[in-house]
C-alpha cells in the first residue's frame, strides 16, 4: 500500500534564533517556542501566552464514496469544519475494505486497509512525518479488523498527538476483546466523544473512563427550512399518501418486521398509508445469503396484504439525496431492536428535518426523543407501533406539534453547531501549558526535593506532591540524592551537607557484607526488604561512591566514598546488564581521577567496555547499532561509559564506539518536528523495533545531556550541545504535549508524560533527575563558554 507524501508547511513562523550560554542553533526557550507553533499556536509577545492559531487534523475512519455511516459521518466532519474554519488542515486517512476497491480522491491523503498491519503503521508513520497536531478516529468495531477491530492499536501506540476518539458504538456487556480495545482506546486519548448522555455512562462504569475525558456532542445535522414535507413528496411522486419511513441498510436487526406487521391495522383506517423502507440490503448480510431477508419481508407483508402499502427503495443514497426523501415522510420510524445503540445517525436526520419519531427505546432515542420530541414504544411491539403511528395519523394538529417541536431540537444539532463545538474543545486540549523556561544558569528551588525526604533517605513515590509513605525508600534514587548534593552549590546549605550525610547512610546501609551485595528496596519502618538487589541498582550504588569519591563536598565525605567503593566494587565482576556494566564503569572512571593508579577501577573500567564492545558486536545491524537487541531504559548510559572510558583508558576506539550508538540514539530521540522525544516505557522489549512515543520519563532527558556532555568533552563539538539543550527543553514544553514537566520555583518535576499529558505525580527519580540534569546542562554550559 503506498501512501502520498504530505508534510507540514503550516505554522511556519519567524522562529527567534538568538543563542543562549554557547549553544550553535535555537535556546531552549526557543525550542519550547518553535514546538508551541508547532501545535498550533502563536506567541502573544506582549502578553507571553498563547493564541490559537489553525491545528492540523489527521481525521481516521470511512471515507465517501465509501458506503457506509460512519463513511458520510467523517465526510461530513471534515466538510463543515472546513467549512466553519477554513485555515484548519485536515487530512483524511479513509478505512478500507479487505478488497480496497475504492478509488478514493483528495482530501484523502492516505488509505489504511482493514486487517493489514502494515497499512496502519505506514499510516502512522506518515502521521508522525506530518507533524500533525491532533488525531481524530471514528470508531466502531468492525472498521479495523483483528479481534474486536485491535489492528487500530498498531496505529495508535505508535503516534505521539493528543487523540480524539469518536465512538460509535459502546457496549454495556462487552466481551474480552471488546473490553480491552476499549480500555487501551481510553489509556490513551485526550478525549472520548459520544453522543448519548447513556454513552458517557457505560465509558465511566463499564470501562472506567476519566469524566473529563468524555465529551457528549450530538451527531451532527443538516440545516434545511422547516414545512418542506409536500413538495418533497411530489419529487419523489408521493402526493396523496401518508408517508411513514425507515431508512438504513436492510439487516434483520433493524426491525422492520415489527413495522410490517402493524400495517394491517394502521391501513384499516389510513387506506392511503405508504411506508417507505429505504436501503441497500446490508453487504455483509448479502455476501451469506444474498436477499433472502429482503424475500422474506416482502412475503411477510403479502401474507398480511399490504404489499400495496409498502416502497421498496433498494439502493443506497447519497446524503443529499437522503434528506430529500426524509423531507417527503410525515412519521420517521426506527424500530431497532438493540436497547443499545448508541447513535443513529438517521434518525438525528429525521429529527432535524421536523419529522415526528415513533422509535423504540433505545439508547439515542430515549434522550432525543425525551419532553414529548417523539414517541416511544416496546421492543418488538407492533400492537404499539400501529397505535401510535395511527393515532398520530388521526391527529394532524398533534402531528404537526410533534415536527416542530423536533426541528426545534435540531437547531443545536446543525452542522456548524458541531464544528463549533468541535473547535473549542480541539483548542482546549491543544492550548499549551507552560512557564518560562529556566535558566539554567540559575539553580532550582529546593523545596520539590525537600518536601520528599526525611532522616531516613528520600522516600520513592509521591501521590500527586505528596509522599507517599507506603512504598518506603530505595537505593537507586537515594545514591542519586547523594550524586546530586555533590553537585549543588553553596547556596544550597544547610540542606546540602544535611542530606549528604543522611543519603551516604542510606547508602552505607545498603551494602549487606554477607551477600557481598547492595540491597536496593527499605519499607518506611526502616525494613530492609530484600537480602540483595537488583544488578541495575548495584551499579547505581557503585556509580554514586565513584562520583562521591572525586566530587563529595567534605575531604571525609570523600574518604568514606573511596574506601566504601573499593570495599564493594567487586560485585560487579559478574554483571551481565549492560546498563549495570555502564553505572558502575561511570563510578569506576570518577574513582581513577583522584588515583589514575587504581587497578581495581581500572579494571572495571576495561572490562566494562570490553563486554559493551562486544554486545555491540554481537546485536548490531546496519540500522541497529546498539547493544541489545531492544531498548529499554536509561539508554544513553551505556555509550557514555564507552566515552568516558575511552578518555581515561586512551582507547580511541572506545570512544568512536561510543559517540556512534550515542548519535544513534540521540537522533532517534529528536521527533519530527524537532524536540526531544524520550524512548517511551512502551518500547521496551520489542525487538529490532522503532520507539514508541509513550510513556516519556525524566530521567531519559537527564541520560540525554550527560550523554551529550560526554561526547563534548570527547569531540568538543557543538552539535552535542544542541543535542543537549534540546533534552533539557523537554522539561520546559518543548515536548509532545507542550506542557511544562519541571517547576524551576518550586524545583519539583512530575513523572513525565503519557498519552492524556503529564503524568502529576512528583516521585524521587523525577525530581533528581531534573536537578541532575540542570546540574549537568549548567556545567556544560559553562565549558562551551570557555572554548
Same mark, same amino acid.
Given at each position: 500500500?503506498?501512501?502520498?507524501?504530505?508534510?507540514? #508547511?503550516?505554522?511556519?513562523?519567524? %522562529?527567534?534564533?538568538?543563542?543562549?550560554?554557547?549553544?550553535?542553533?535555537?535556546?531552549?526557550?526557543?525550542?519550547? #517556542?518553535?514546538?508551541?507553533l508547532r501545535r498550533g499556536f502563536m506567541l502573544d509577545e506582549e502578553k507571553g501566552v498563547a493564541a490559537s492559531i489553525a491545528p492540523r487534523i489527521a481525521l481516521i475512519g470511512g471515507f465517501t464514496p465509501r458506503r457506509c455511516g460512519i463513511a458520510t459521518f467523517t465526510a461530513d466532519i471534515h466538510d463543515s469544519i472546513r467549512a466553519a474554519y477554513p485555515d484548519t488542515e485536515i487530512d483524511v486517512y479513509a478505512m478500507a475494505s479487505i478488497a480496497n476497491d475504492? &478509488?478514493?480522491?483528495?482530501?484523502?491523503?492516505?488509505?489504511?486497509?482493514?486487517?493489514?498491519?502494515?497499512?496502519?503503521?505506514?499510516?502512522?508513520?506518515?502521521?508522525?512525518?506530518?507533524?500533525?497536531?491532533?488525531?481524530?478516529?471514528?470508531?466502531?468495531?468492525?472498521?479495523?479488523?483483528?479481534?474486536?477491530?485491535?489492528?487500530?492499536?498498531?496505529?495508535?501506540?505508535?503516534? /505521539?498527538?493528543?487523540?480524539?476518539?469518536?465512538?460509535? #458504538?459502546?457496549?454495556?456487556?462487552?466481551d474480552e476483546d471488546q473490553r480491552r480495545v476499549i480500555s487501551r482506546i481510553t489509556a490513551r486519548a485526550s478525549k472520548l466523544i459520544v453522543m448519548s448522555e447513556r454513552a458517557a455512562f457505560l465509558l465511566r462504569t463499564i470501562f472506567? &473512563?476519566?469524566?473529563?475525558?468524555?465529551?457528549?456532542?450530538?451527531?451532527?445535522?443538516?440545516?434545511?427550512?422547516?414545512?418542506?414535507?409536500?413538495?418533497?413528496?411530489?419529487?419523489?411522486?408521493?402526493?396523496?399518501?401518508?408517508?411513514?419511513?425507515?431508512?438504513?441498510?436492510?439487516?434483520p436487526g433493524k426491525g422492520i418486521e415489527a413495522v410490517i406487521s402493524a400495517l394491517p391495522e394502521i391501513a384499516a383506517t389510513h387506506p392511503d398509508v405508504l411506508y417507505c423502507i429505504v436501503g441497500a440490503t446490508h453487504p455483509n448480510l448479502l455476501a451469506r445469503e444474498g436477499e433472502a431477508y429482503r424475500d422474506r419481508l416482502r412475503k411477510l407483508a403479502q401474507d398480511l396484504g399490504v404489499e400495496n402499502n409498502i416502497r421498496w427503495i433498494d439502493s443506497f443514497l447519497e446524503t443529499e439525496a437522503l434528506l430529500d426523501l426524509i423531507e417527503a415522510a410525515d412519521i420517521y420510524v426506527t424500530p431497532y431492536h438493540g436497547a443499545n445503540q448508541a447513535t443513529s445517525g438517521t434518525l438525528s436526520y429525521a429529527v432535524a428535518l421536523g419529522k415526528a419519531v415513533v422509535s423504540t427505546p433505545y439508547a439515542h432515542a430515549v434522550e432525543l426523543l425525551a419532553d414529548d420530541h417523539g414517541v416511544l414504544i416496546?421492543?418488538?411491539?407492533?400492537?404499539?407501533? &400501529?397505535?401510535?403511528?395511527?393515532?398520530?395519523?388521526?391527529?394532524?394538529?398533534? %402531528?404537526?406539534?410533534?415536527?416542530?417541536? /423536533?426541528?426545534?431540537?435540531?437547531?443545536?444539532?446543525?452542522?456548524?453547531?458541531?464544528?463549533?463545538?468541535?473547535?473549542?474543545?480541539?483548542?482546549?486540549?491543544?492550548?499549551?501549558?507552560?512557564?518560562?523556561?529556566?535558566?539554567?544558569?540559575?539553580?532550582?528551588?529546593?523545596?520539590?526535593?525537600?518536601?520528599?525526604?526525611?532522616?531516613?533517605?528520600?522516600?520513592?513515590?509521591?501521590?500527586?506532591?505528596?509522599?507517599?509513605?507506603?512504598?518506603?525508600?530505595?537505593?537507586?534514587?537515594?545514591?542519586?540524592?547523594?550524586?546530586l548534593m555533590?553537585? %549543588?552549590?553553596?547556596?544550597?546549605?544547610?540542606?546540602?551537607?544535611?542530606?549528604?550525610?543522611?543519603? /551516604?547512610?542510606?547508602?552505607?546501609?545498603?551494602?549487606?557484607?554477607?551477600?557481598?551485595?547492595?540491597?536496593?528496596?527499605?519499607g518506611y519502618a526502616r525494613n530492609w526488604l530484600e537480602a540483595a538487589g537488583s544488578e541495575d541498582s548495584c551499579g547505581r550504588a557503585l556509580w554514586t561512591l565513584g562520583a562521591t569519591s572525586c566530587e563529595g563536598t567534605t575531604p571525609s565525605l570523600r574518604r568514606w566514598a573511596q574506601r566504601l567503593f573499593d570495599h564493594t566494587v567487586t560485585s560487579a565482576a559478574d554483571f551481565r546488564s549492560p546498563r549495570a556494566t555502564a553505572f558502575a564503569m561511570l563510578g569506576a572512571d570518577y574513582r581513577l581521577q583522584p588515583d589514575e593508579e587504581d587497578e581495581t577501577a581500572g579494571a572495571v573500567l576495561l572490562q566494562g567496555a570490553e563486554y559493551l564492545m562486544s554486545r555491540l558486536a554481537a546485536t548490531r545491524r546496519p540500522d541497529w547499532p546498539w547493544f541489545e537487541s531492544v531498548l529499554a531504559y536509561d539508554n544513553c548510559r551505556i555509550p557514555e561509559a564507552l566515552i568516558r572510558a575511552g578518555l581515561q583508558l586512551d582507547r580511541p576506539d572506545f570512544t568512536?564506539?561510543?559517540?556512534?550508538? %550515542?548519535?544513534?540514539?540521540?537522533?532517534?530521540?529528536?521527533?519530527p518536528a524537532g524536540h526531544f522525544r524520550p524512548i517511551g516505557s512502551e518500547s521496551f522489549g520489542r525487538e529490532y523495533s522503532l520507539p514508541r512515543p509513550f510513556d516519556q520519563q525524566p530521567v531519559e532527558a537527564w541520560a540525554a545531556i550527560d550523554g551529550a556532555h560526554a561526547a563534548f568533552d570527547a569531540t568538543h563539538e557543538r552539535q552535542w550541545l544542541s543535542h543537549a539543550s534540546r533534552a533539557y527543553a523537554w522539561f520546559f514544553g518543548a515536548n509532545d504535549r507542550s506542557v511544562t514537566v519541571a517547576d524551576p520555583v518550586s524545583g519539583s518535576c512530575h513523572d513525565g508524560i503519557n498519552p492524556r499529558g503529564v503524568n502529576l505525580n512528583e516521585g524521587a527519580e523525577s525530581v533528581l533527575s531534573y536537578h541532575l540534569a540542570h546540574c549537568s546542562i549548567r556545567d556544560l554550559m559553562s565549558k562551551a563558554d570557555t572554548n
Open positions: 500500500m503506498s501512501f502520498l507524501a504530505n508534510p507540514s #508547511t503550516a505554522n511556519a513562523k519567524n %522562529l527567534p534564533t538568538g543563542l543562549s550560554r554557547g549553544f550553535p542553533a535555537t535556546s531552549i526557550a526557543d525550542l519550547r #517556542t518553535e514546538r508551541i475504492i &478509488a478514493f480522491a483528495a482530501p484523502v491523503c492516505g488509505v489504511i486497509v482493514e486487517n493489514d498491519r502494515d497499512s496502519f503503521i505506514a499510516a502512522a508513520r506518515q502521521i508522525e512525518s506530518s507533524h500533525a497536531d491532533l488525531i481524530w478516529l471514528q470508531h466502531e468495531f468492525g472498521l479495523f479488523g483483528g479481534h474486536a477491530g485491535d489492528q487500530i492499536l498498531e496505529l495508535l501506540d505508535r503516534v /505521539a498527538a493528543p487523540l480524539f476518539v469518536t465512538l460509535h #458504538t459502546v457496549m454495556p456487556d462487552p472506567g &473512563a476519566d469524566p473529563e475525558q468524555i465529551e457528549i456532542i450530538p451527531h451532527g445535522v443538516p440545516d434545511r427550512p422547516f414545512g418542506r414535507t409536500e413538495m418533497f413528496k411530489e419529487q419523489h411522486g408521493l402526493s396523496g399518501r401518508q408517508v411513514i419511513m425507515t431508512f438504513g441498510l436492510l439487516s416496546p421492543f418488538g411491539d407492533s400492537a404499539a407501533l &400501529a397505535r401510535e403511528i395511527g393515532g398520530l395519523l388521526d391527529d394532524p394538529e398533534r %402531528l404537526g406539534a410533534m415536527q416542530k417541536r /423536533a426541528y426545534g431540537r435540531g437547531r443545536d444539532m446543525i452542522w456548524p453547531a458541531f464544528a463549533m463545538r468541535c473547535h473549542d474543545l480541539v483548542t482546549q486540549v491543544l492550548q499549551p501549558h507552560t512557564s518560562p523556561s529556566a535558566d539554567p544558569a540559575r539553580s532550582p528551588g529546593l523545596e520539590g526535593l525537600l518536601r520528599i525526604c526525611d532522616s531516613t533517605g528520600i522516600i520513592q513515590h509521591s501521590i500527586f506532591s505528596v509522599p507517599d509513605r507506603a512504598h518506603g525508600y530505595c537505593v537507586d534514587d537515594n545514591a542519586r540524592a547523594l550524586m555533590n553537585r %549543588l552549590g553553596h547556596d544550597a546549605e544547610p540542606h546540602r551537607s544535611r542530606l549528604s550525610a543522611i543519603f /551516604a547512610g542510606f547508602v552505607q546501609s545498603s551494602w549487606n557484607d554477607d551477600a557481598q551485595e547492595f540491597r536496593n528496596f527499605m568512536a564506539a561510543g559517540l556512534e550508538t %550515542l548519535r544513534w540514539i540521540l537522533d532517534m530521540q529528536i521527533s
